[in-house]
């Protein structure tokens, strides 16, 4: 798989924008799998499965919003699991 060299537009710009980290959405990927109480080997599974779909999106833009990588994250999450998702998709709503 080519590296990916797209940046992140963080918070409409209003953050520094950041190059994409795959270990970063792994983790916050896990993390919102672990908060509905997957066993922490699925959480990894389902985590890097849900990198590559992100990946393979982001492989043809220089440039993304953290929202719209946000929404594909959570779009693929959800084909695996639909709890994990809805707390990954609402996490800023509710902070």
């Not at 710009?13 to 916050?28: H, M, N, V, Y």
């Not at 799998?33 to 043809?60: D, F, H, T």
């Not at 594909?72 to 084909?79: K, N, S, T």
Request: net charge positive; glycine share 4%; proline share 4%.
């Amino acid at each position: 798989m080519a590296s990916v060299l797209s940046d992140v537009i963080k918070r409409e710009g209003q953050r520094p924008t950041e190059s994409f980290s795959q270990s970063k959405l792994e983790a916050s990927l896990v993390a919102a799998c672990l908060s509905v109480r997957s066993p922490i080997g699925q959480a990894e599974s389902i985590a890097k499965n849900v990198c590559k779909k992100v990946i393979e999106w982001l492989e043809s833009k220089p440039e993304v919003t953290s929202r719209d990588l946000r929404l594909v994250a959570g779009r693929h999450l959800e084909a695996h699991h639909p709890d994990a998702a809805y707390l990954y998709q609402q996490h800023r709503v509710t902070l």
